[in-house]
């Protein structure tokens, strides 16, 4: 019913930047929250940031002032601008929607299919 695709992921040098989309499309009302996780091997899914519909953003301590989350609500498109990379930021990071299909305030997470993001030392 939704699709999240996702794209920019690649490989990059430390100190180097990356800029991750993610695109929703299909059976979409309208979009509550809207965020990034990553799952590096061998560890849990964890969050990495998270906007609102209105814009208030909240970040994994290890990631405060060096990735940036943003929206294009008309776009239904979320990014994640990442500075400053450290190898640790290795992972497949993947994108989450809260997704409503009708004008009823019922919401439902959906996932991209991630994409790889990997530091060099």
């Known amino acids: 019913q939704v699709q999240l695709v996702e794209s920019g992921g690649g490989l990059v040098q430390a100190g180097g930047s990356l800029r991750l989309s993610c695109a929703a499309s299909?059976?979409?009302?309208?979009?509550?929250?809207m965020g990034w996780f990553r799952q590096a091997p061998g560890k849990q899914r964890e969050l990495v940031a998270i906007i609102s519909s209105g814009g208030s953003t909240t970040y994994a301590d290890s990631v405060k002032g060096r990735f940036t989350i943003s929206r294009d609500n008309a776009k239904n498109t979320v990014y994640l601008q990442m500075n400053s990379l450290k190898p640790d930021d290795t992972a497949v990071y993947y994108c989450n929607a809260d997704v409503a299909h009708t004008y009823i305030n019922k919401y439902y997470p959906y996932w991209g299919q991630g994409t790889q993001v990997t530091v060099s030392s």
């Open positions: 299909g059976s979409i009302f309208r979009i509550n929250d």
